[in-house]
């Protein structure tokens, strides 16, 4: 057991050392397509500027100033700052830069755009969105991941029967995105029936006790959540109920079979064992397309999460929040790839014990 | 290896399928349709040019189809001085009064969106002016104001305050109403009597009377009064283009590099590996939006970069194939006679293997035509074109949804829904032929 431990440990390390060199490089991919019309030197240079205004405004002994030496001075103190960050260096050390503030998420300030705490560094402004992502997201995807293996193996099971092959030919459904669906559903449950919210996170102004507060979340999340499912489920159901039904035509279920094991006990040691990995590697695809979509999801039903927010910077054309938001969903797709690694390994034995068999 | 025949029968066994051909060969007649009947400067024009197209189109205004559910509501009424009732008197010197009158029937009882008069005078020191009155039905008649006309004029009752304050509500509602009940408009043979005088000999003013209704085309219109059967229609082509061009631009892509790293193998695999994991780590939707807020937005920009990104990656769909048929007798043979690396690449690996392709790009169709709208819907989509994203960006943004104006945002949707469908239902059946491991479940 505790070989194991160790084994699936050092696996996970390698693992997270070859991702984090990954990460490491699309990062830097971002940051040279951010920066292919200059983007991350304005960025750098509007900074600069502000700090020296601020130091020269704040500078009692150079009030007395007329504005032309006042200009002069600032000209050159700039100029002086500049160099000093580096901007006249050739690009390649500049990218450098860049990327060490990208892997640390240090954009600076917002041109245009604030937390909802009145911050304008654009760290803080991810991080607080991050949250309601998180919730969405990991509300829908564990919901669509149950109940697609669950009502996959009950479809399995039934072979052939009606629902079975209803749900085959209902499988085109999922090609829309969810946000599609969340249109569809705003139409119907928002504008025409009037039942649920058009969007948002809480009611305005938010509930005063704990109890509805959550209460009124859950109400803005029942129209995102739904849109997930429906977009998501057929397509699910489809692949994994095929999934199920080729590892159950495996040889040792036949055997399980005639050895007169409970029908239960065969679905869950013989055949969900077996099908887990492959299904957590479609459920990994899965989820990283959802990370993207929600994008636009999140834009449709106005949650206040990391696509909302890259919305409004492209609304308020708000350079140094767009390329963090770029950044931070390399880093969500990287720990989503990373997690589910994880959990393959510790589903398969043959990458859990792999190591055992070389010694 | 099957051949087109071969496939095209397999697939009438399943009738998704032959749904999903129907759907896509109507798509292909809408679009070369659309192509022909409006060239592409036509349709960008009719989209793009501004409101001097659409002025005479109501703002707005539903598909006409809405009336064959009973919405009873109006269209719009055009009448011109040119084919009105005219009589004409000498009433001085040089003065003459023509007298125009613009007689229309009016069969609805919801009131029209609103009213304007469109003016062209020619004169050389004293504009014409004129006398504007309104007689309803029931033969009442209520003064409209008098108006001298310089030139090229657009008078927009429904916008003059003046009137409005005299007849104490919105002209296009106070002029239609039926006294007996104020809320519904009465229907029968209205009149605008218009009292032209002009002042000289050569001078003259033609008018043109809009009473604009609340239906309009096949389609109905915009915010901006633009005719969205324009954009419903060229959306077609587009999003068939735009999806064709990625999806087959992208499988080939990987599937030739796939193809040559399967055969390489080696050092190859390692880097594979790696770019696998970095294409799955780079955020395309985020990246796009970068390319399109940073440097363009148009729709081939966006093509060129969605096919740098599929050419970084997702190697890994075909390649256990490929080592598979890298060990074929046949390539043995062909390795045997001293064919070149690329040869056989080219001529022997990646040929076998072609059908195993087909289901997932057209499969991908689909995708990328979302993905367009996808984009445009977050306000990135192409500058000129009309697509089905952008006009669902449109509807959505001006709060199609609150206002109720459902036919804004469900016809492109409808649009999008049946173009997915319609690939999706043969890709999946496609998928079940060419995919022996499917083929008996």
Same mark, same amino acid.
Request: hydrophobic residues 35%.
């Given at each position: 057991m505790l070989e194991n431990l160790k084994r699936l440990f050092s696996y996970f390390s390698v693992r997270s050392f070859l991702l984090l060199f990954t990460v490491v490089v699309a990062i830097y991919l971002i940051i040279i397509i951010a920066n292919m019309g200059g983007y991350m030197d304005k960025i750098k240079e509007s900074e600069i500027m502000e700090q020296v205004y601020n130091t020269v405004r704040g500078n009692p002994a150079l009030q007395r100033l007329s504005p032309s030496e006042l200009r002069a001075i600032l000209d050159k103190q700039i100029e002086i700052a500049k160099r000093q960050a580096g901007l006249d260096k050739p690009f390649i050390t500049r990218s450098l830069e860049y990327l060490i503030r990208g892997i640390t998420l240090n954009?600076?300030?917002?041109?245009q755009m604030t937390s909802d705490?009145?911050?304008?560094?654009v760290r803080l402004i991810l991080l607080e969105r991050l949250p309601h992502t998180l919730l969405l997201w990991g509300t829908a995807d564990l919901l669509v991941f149950f109940v697609s293996v669950f009502f996959a193996l009950a479809l399995s099971r039934r072979y052939g029967s009606f629902i079975d092959r209803l749900s085959v030919s209902l499988?085109?459904?999922?090609?829309?995105?969810?946000w599609f669906y969340g249109i569809l559903l705003i139409l119907l449950f928002?504008?025409?029936?009037?039942?649920?919210?058009?969007?948002?996170?809480? !009611?305005?102004?938010?509930?005063?006790t704990t109890l509805a507060y959550v209460l009124s979340v859950i109400k803005h999340m029942i129209l995102p959540v739904l849109s997930v499912f429906i977009a998501l489920i057929f397509s699910s159901l489809y692949s994994w109920r095929t999934f199920f039904l080729i590892y159950s035509s495996e040889d040792y279920v036949e055997m399980a079979k005639a050895k007169g094991l409970s029908s239960r006990a065969i679905e869950r040691r013989y055949i969900l064992r077996p099908t887990l990995p492959p299904i957590v590697t479609s459920f990994a695809m899965m989820m990283i397309s959802l990370w993207m979509g929600g994008i636009v999801t999140e834009t449709v039903f106005a949650w206040p999460g990391l696509g909302r927010l890259l919305y409004d910077a492209i609304q308020h054309v708000d350079t140094p929040v767009i390329v963090g938001s770029n950044v931070i969903y390399g880093y969500l797709l990287a720990i989503t790839v990373l997690l589910l690694d994880f959990l393959y390994a510790a589903l398969d034995p043959r990458v859990r014990l792999g190591g055992a068999r070389r010694s | 290896m099957m051949g087109f025949w071969a496939v095209f029968a397999e697939l009438r066994r399943h009738p998704s399928a032959m749904v999903g051909l129907v759907i896509i060969f109507l798509l292909l007649v809408m679009s070369i349709y659309a192509v022909i009947r409006i060239p592409y400067s036509e349709a960008v024009r009719l989209w793009r040019a501004g409101e001097v197209v659409w002025l005479e189109n109501p703002r707005n205004a539903a598909p006409k189809?809405?009336?064959?559910?009973?919405?009873g509501l109006p269209e719009t009424i055009k009448i011109e001085t040119a084919a009105a009732e005219r009589t004409e008197e000498r009433v001085g010197e040089s003065t003459k009064r023509v007298t125009y009158r613009l007689a229309f029937d009016f069969p609805y009882k919801r009131f029209p969106q609103e009213l304007a008069l469109f003016f062209t005078s020619t004169y050389t020191t004293v504009p014409p002016q004129l006398v504007l009155s309104w007689r309803t039905p029931d033969g009442r008649e209520i003064p409209l104001g008098t108006r001298t006309v310089r030139g090229v004029e657009r008078y927009v009752l429904s916008g003059d305050s003046t009137l409005l304050r005299r007849l104490g509500r919105a002209p296009e509602e106070s002029l239609f109403s !039926?006294?007996?009940?104020?809320e519904q408009a009465l229907s029968g043979r209205y009149e605008l009597v218009m009292d032209v005088y002009t002042f000289e000999p050569g001078a003259s003013l033609s008018a043109k009377f809009i009473v604009y209704g609340r239906v309009y085309g096949w389609a109905g219109t915009d915010h901006l009064r633009r005719d969205l059967s324009i954009g419903l229609l060229w959306g077609a082509p587009i999003a068939v283009a735009f999806g064709f061009t990625a999806a087959v631009g992208i499988a080939l892509i990987q599937f030739i590099l796939s193809g040559i790293g399967a055969w390489f193998g080696g050092a190859l695999d390692i880097l594979i590996d790696r770019l696998t994991e970095l294409r799955m780590i780079l955020p395309l939707l985020p990246i796009l939006i970068l390319v399109g807020m940073?440097?363009?937005?148009s729709i081939w920009v966006i093509l060129a970069t969605l096919l740098m990104y599929g050419s970084i990656?997702?190697?890994?769909?075909?390649r256990a194939m490929f080592l598979q048929a890298r060990e074929a007798p046949y390539i043995e043979a062909a390795k045997a006679y001293g064919a070149g690396n690329f040869r056989i690449v080219f001529r022997y690996l990646l040929p076998r293997l072609i059908p195993v392709l087909i289901p997932s790009f057209v499969l991908a169709i689909p995708d990328y035509v979302f993905l367009e709208a996808s984009l445009a819907v977050l306000g990135?989509? !192409?500058?000129?074109l009309p697509t089905w994203g952008k006009i669902i960006n449109d509807a959505y943004s001006m709060g199609a949804h609150f206002k109720g104006l459902y036919y804004w945002l469900l016809e492109p949707a409808a649009l999008l829904m049946i173009t997915g469908l319609g690939f999706a239902m043969i890709g999946f059946t496609l998928d079940r032929i060419f995919n022996p491991r499917l083929r008996s479940l």
């Open positions: 954009f600076g300030r917002a041109e705490s009145g911050s304008n560094q499988a085109p459904l999922s090609t829309p995105p969810v928002a504008s025409f029936l009037r039942l649920l919210p058009y969007g948002g996170f809480v !009611d305005a102004p938010p509930p005063s | 189809w809405y009336n064959w559910f009973g919405a !039926d006294p007996k009940n104020p940073l440097w363009s937005r990656g997702g190697y890994k769909t075909y990135i989509g !192409d500058p000129i």
